[in-house]
């Protein structure tokens, strides 16, 4: 799974401290996460999809990916408490082992966190009602390879996709690069996202598969081979904070606030923190992004 800032390499560093250690205890998590800027997390902007021409086909792309526009409903994020969320949340799936506990109908796992020495237990099937996901029966999605490089080909990469390397800016339609930053600033919370990660691609072709059919080579995009839900993509995103913030040289940024929030609420979790409020990739936003916009022609960014 990719790490909240994986195209943020000048952060990660290596040594004998405890940011290279293998294992951490969650205080010690929670003191490595605690050092970095808490922002408030960027949303899809309908006044400018709508000015920009694109808000049609952006939802479009949102619909063909079971993603539920509750996902996208600005709320504030709480620091002190994200940060104990992250620090300890652990994901359980029924079946892993002979100890398990006896399996609900229906229900794949669950999720485990500890906010003010209190233990929350939330299920997967919860999860995806919190968010609007569909649910599935397998627990991790699987893409061809070949097939991934090939659509990522198509979207305009003139190198082939590598996560981390890939620019968002090779993307050749606003409306396609519009609908991953919107992705990857709402569901992945990444801070700097000029670059793509694994399960945005997937989420990209999910949401191109129907239309486009094949590839500019000429490969059938055949998409997900499996059957499982999106709330994989936010669980994985959400277990992969401690081993990013362990390869850290220096404090980075962290946006997830809003995508923990409604988890939070769903269990209970008292709220103390001051709210970080959400923020907006609207008309400015794009503007000052050189991975949006690359230059300005007769008054108009291209």
């Known amino acids: 799974m990719a790490s909240p800032e994986e195209d943020d390499q000048t952060e990660k560093g290596g040594g004998d401290d405890l940011e290279s250690e293998k294992c951490a205890t969650q205080n010690e998590y929670y003191k ?9 997390t960027r949303y899809p902007h309908p006044e400018t999809m709508e000015r920009l021409g694109i808000y049609d086909d952006v939802d479009y792309m949102f ?8 996902i996208f409903r600005p709320m504030e994020g709480y620091e002190e408490e994200t940060i104990q969320f992250l620090s300890s949340v652990e994901l359980f799936l029924y079946g892993e082992s002979e100890d398990d506990e006896i399996r609900p109908d229906g229900s794949l796992g669950y999720l485990e966190f500890c906010v003010y020495d209190i ?5 997967i099937e919860h999860l995806e009602l919190i968010y609007g996901f569909p649910s599935g029966k397998d627990t991790s999605h699987h893409f061809d390879k070949r097939e991934l490089q090939s659509f990522s080909a198509t979207l305009g990469s003139k190198h082939g996709f590598s996560s981390s390397r890939t620019k968002s800016n090779e993307i050749r339609s606003p409306m396609v690069r519009y609908f991953h930053r919107s992705l990857a600033s709402a569901l992945f919370a990444r801070e700097r996202n000029g670059t793509f990660v694994n399960g945005e691609l997937e989420l990209m072709e999910t949401a191109l ?20 839900s999106v709330s994989f993509y936010l669980i994985g995103h959400l277990l992969s904070y401690r081993g990013w913030v362990k390869g850290l040289k220096k404090p980075g940024r962290m946006v997830v606030g809003r995508v923990v ?16 409020p959400p923020r907006w990739i609207d008309m400015q936003h794009l503007i000052n992004s050189k991975s949006f916009w690359s230059q300005q022609k007769n008054g108009l960014y291209i």
């Open 261 to 276: 929030t409604p988890i939070q609420r769903t269990c209970n979790v008292p709220l103390h923190s001051k709210p970080i």
């Open 63 to 70: 619909k063909q990916c079971n993603l539920n526009i509750r």
């Open 32 to 40: 490595l996460l605690k050092r970095n800027e808490f922002l408030g």
């Open 119 to 123: 233990d929350y237990r939330l299920p």
């Open 209 to 228: 598969q129907e239309l486009l059919g094949l590839a500019s080579d000429g490969t059938v995009l055949v998409g997900d081979q499996t059957d499982a």
